[in-house]
């Protein structure tokens, strides 16, 4: 019964949907099938990854404005300029900008920006404090890289050389990186691993390491602050670390994956799977602010100030601010906050869907309803979905005919770009890139017609 109604829920909410981002409602998209394989990869294309970089360089004259984007595949990263519409970075301020002439989308360079020599290229990420990027491969070997040379400044290498799963992130200052990793087949007893390891004057020097018995899979790591950071296991334990306190765990949070639809509830009341945690975010702005997402497609913003306040190692009782689903249960594999706007974000979907989102109808009715809102709980839980969900990017269905089997290899297949507000860049599993800006209505349009 419980997955009839949550069935229910969410196809009228996704046929909602899809009245308002038919396809083509772009503000701007455009492609490329890039010449940098050769035919006889298609068969089994490699994995591939994408980040935009921060250049960006007007012409006004031609109504252009120059940005790039990394592009990864096995061992080399590319760099791909790309040409979009001055008015997408510039204010027009109700002047009539030039027609924007463009001499070609993109650019292809002849040849790779960087090379990670005898490794795979897993993922990889802007490093403002040392160097340009840092790479991770498919063996968890981590490398740091500048702009000039093609080899990495740095690595840092595992004990052993079998490709294993791994995440990595960069503390919100840049001083220290934090490897995750899972322990390989034959030593799976030993529990996953993490790794801090330095990343200012002596780049790459490995700090200390904590191993988490009786775990297996390493699913991710997100620093919230400086020195505060969080660990996703397959046992849907959030555990939350300090650098500062080396091997000793703050705090744990218990994502349960069955839970009450409302408080009270008896035996008799809709129960919903809330799936297993794959992925967690943290805001890029409020540093108490975090999301999970999880492989049943539920997606939970939390107050990490709320969690803290139950004052105990382990968490068990702790309630989220508000909850969204992804369309028929889509498994959550990535979520990123935008870089320039708090309430929006991105997550992404085991299909490859990508689903635009923005919470400012939730922070606008919490401070409408105040303390006087429970009459209105339910309409509000009905309301939020619709509201929130602003696009969802399917690639014309590329996106999810061409999505790797493996659903891990999907996260890095989307960026945002960090200095132009909503434009968004992806590569699908057969190499096709595509940049994008979706089109969400003239100001004032949507409300009007809500």
């Not at 968490?315 to 601010?321: F, R, W």
């Not at 602003?390 to 014309?396: D, I």
Request: net charge negative; hydrophobic share 35%; charged share 25%.
């Amino acid at each position: 019964m419980a997955t009839d109604i949550r069935t229910n829920k969410v196809k009228n909410e996704e046929f909602k949907i899809w009245k308002k981002t038919i396809p083509s409602l772009y503000e701007h998209i455009s492609t490329l099938q890039p010449k940098i394989f050769s035919p006889s990869e298609s068969a089994q294309s490699p994995e591939r990854r994408v980040l935009f970089t921060e250049l960006i360089s007007e012409e006004a004259d031609k109504g252009l404005l120059n940005t790039s984007i990394y592009y990864s595949q096995r061992s080399e990263i590319y760099e791909i300029g790309v040409q979009l519409p001055i008015g997408a970075y510039t204010s027009h301020d109700d002047k009539e900008l030039p027609q924007p002439r463009y001499s070609e989308f993109f650019s292809e360079p002849a040849n790779a920006k960087w090379v990670f020599e005898g490794q795979s290229i897993a993922s990889f990420k802007a490093n403002h404090s040392t160097s340009a990027l840092i790479v991770m491969s498919k063996k968890g070997t981590l490398a740091w890289y500048n702009g000039s040379s093609k080899k990495p400044l740095k690595s840092l290498e595992r004990s052993s050389e079998k490709d294993v799963t791994a995440d990595f992130d960069i503390s919100t200052d840049g001083k220290y990186v934090v490897r995750f990793e899972s322990p390989v087949p034959e030593s799976a007893q030993s529990g996953t691993k993490i790794t801090v390891i330095n990343n200012t004057d002596n780049i790459g020097d490995v700090l200390h390491t904590i191993t988490l018995p009786n775990t297996k899979q390493a699913r991710c790591v997100k620093f919230h602050t400086a020195t505060l950071f969080s660990t996703v296991t397959e046992d849907n334990l959030l555990r939350f670390w300090d650098i500062r306190a080396r091997d000793e765990m703050l705090f744990s949070l218990a994502l349960h994956s069955i839970s009450s639809s409302s408080e009270g509830s008896t035996a008799g009341s809709e129960v919903e799977d809330d799936g297993t945690i794959n992925v967690v975010e943290a805001s890029k702005q409020f540093d108490t602010l975090f999301i999970t997402g999880s492989d049943a497609g539920v997606i939970k913003l939390w107050d990490l100030r709320s969690i803290a306040a139950r004052n105990s190692t382990e968490v068990k009782d702790a309630t989220e601010i508000v909850t969204l689903y992804q369309l028929d249960n889509d498994p959550v594999v990535d979520i990123q906050f935008s870089p320039l706007e708090p309430e929006c974000f991105l997550t992404v979907g085991a299909s490859g869907n990508v689903y635009h989102w923005d919470i400012s109808y939730l922070i606008n009715e919490s401070e409408q309803q105040g303390e006087d809102s429970a009459d209105s709980d339910e309409i509000y839980q009905d309301d939020i979905q619709e509201h929130s969900l602003k696009f969802l990017h399917t690639g014309g269905g590329r996106r999810s005919a061409y999505k790797p089997d493996n659903t891990v290899l999907i996260k890095g297949s989307v960026t945002q770009h960090p200095l132009i507000r909503d434009i968004i860049g992806t590569v699908d599993g057969d190499g096709y890139l595509t940049i994008y800006k979706g089109f969400y209505g003239r100001d004032g349009e949507v409300a009007e017609s809500e």
